[in-house]
C-alpha cells in the first residue's frame, strides 16, 4: 500500500459528460501528480501541484482542470469528454525536500468512455 | 531540461537468466534517478532509487542499479529472472525540484 487513495477506482460514463476524480495523498506529502497512461501515448504527465499551487503542466487537454486544497487532496477534472479519453489515470504524491523527492502512485482510476 | 531515454521497449527473457533494462539520461544537475515497475492494472510501484549516495543502488525483489555518470546511463539489472518479474518498467529522472520526467518504459516478458 503506498498510501495514495484515488477514488473512485473505475468509472464509465458517456461522451459529452463530466467527472472528477480525486486523490488523497501521503501524509505529509505536499506535492500531487497527475498522469494519463493509454495504449497509444503511455504514461503522459498532466498536472503537477504543490501545496496548493500550480508548480508544472505537462499535456493536460483545456477541457481538464485540477485543483489542490487546503487539506492537500486534490481533484482532477475532464469535462466535454471524449471516447479517446478513455484511460488510466493515476496520481502521484512525493515529499517536500530534496532528500524525499520520490512519487508514491494510486492505484489509479479506469476511466471508460462510452 | 532533463529527459530520459529507455533504449529498449520490449526484452524478453528465460526465467533464471540475467535482466538488463537499459535507460540513459539527460540532466543539466545532479540528477535523481528511479526505476518504477507497474504490474497489469496495478499502479506504479518504487524499485530503487539513486540519490548521490552509492553509484550501485540495490532496489527490492533483487534488483539493482548502477549510476555511471560518464554514460549518462542508469540501467536496471537483475542477476536471475523470476516469472513475477513480468511487468513495466519505467526509468525516471529528476532534478529535486519535483520535476519528474518518466521513460517510456520497457516490458519485460519471462519466458518459462
Known amino acids: 500500500d503506498s498510501g495514495v487513495t484515488q477514488t473512485p477506482k473505475h468509472l464509465i460514463t458517456a461522451t459529452g459528460q463530466r467527472v472528477t476524480l480525486r486523490c488523497s495523498p501521503r501524509s505529509g506529502d505536499l506535492s500531487v501528480y497527475w498522469y494519463q497512461q493509454s495504449l497509444d501515448q503511455g504514461l503522459q504527465f498532466l498536472i503537477q501541484y504543490y501545496n496548493g499551487e500550480e508548480r508544472a503542466k505537462g499535456n493536460i487537454l483545456e477541457r481538464f482542470s485540477a485543483q489542490q486544497f487546503p487539506d492537500l487532496h486534490s481533484e482532477l477534472n475532464l469535462s466535454s469528454l471524449e471516447l479517446g479519453d478513455s484511460a488510466l489515470y493515476f496520481c502521484?504524491?512525493?515529499?517536500?525536500?530534496?532528500?524525499?523527492?520520490?512519487?508514491?502512485f494510486g492505484q489509479g482510476t479506469r476511466l471508460t468512455v462510452v | 531540461a532533463q529527459s530520459v531515454t529507455q533504449l529498449d521497449s520490449h526484452v524478453s527473457v528465460s526465467e533464471g537468466t540475467p535482466v538488463l533494462l537499459r535507460c540513459n539520461y539527460s540532466?543539466?544537475?545532479?540528477?535523481?534517478l528511479f526505476w518504477y515497475v507497474q504490474h497489469p492494472n496495478k499502479g506504479l510501484q518504487l524499485l530503487l532509487k539513486y540519490t548521490s549516495a552509492a553509484t550501485l543502488v540495490k532496489g527490492i525483489n533483487g534488483f539493482e542499479a548502477e549510476f555511471k555518470k560518464s554514460e549518462t546511463s542508469f540501467h536496471l539489472t537483475k542477476p536471475s529472472a523470476h516469472m513475477s518479474d513480468a511487468a513495466e518498467y519505467f526509468c525516471?529522472?529528476?532534478?529535486?525540484?519535483?520535476?519528474?520526467?518518466f521513460g517510456a518504459g520497457t516490458r519485460l516478458t519471462v519466458k518459462p
Open positions: 502521484a504524491s512525493s515529499g517536500g525536500s530534496f532528500e524525499n523527492t520520490e512519487a508514491f
Open positions: 540532466s543539466s544537475y545532479s540528477p535523481s
Open positions: 525516471v529522472v529528476s532534478d529535486g525540484g519535483h520535476d519528474m520526467r
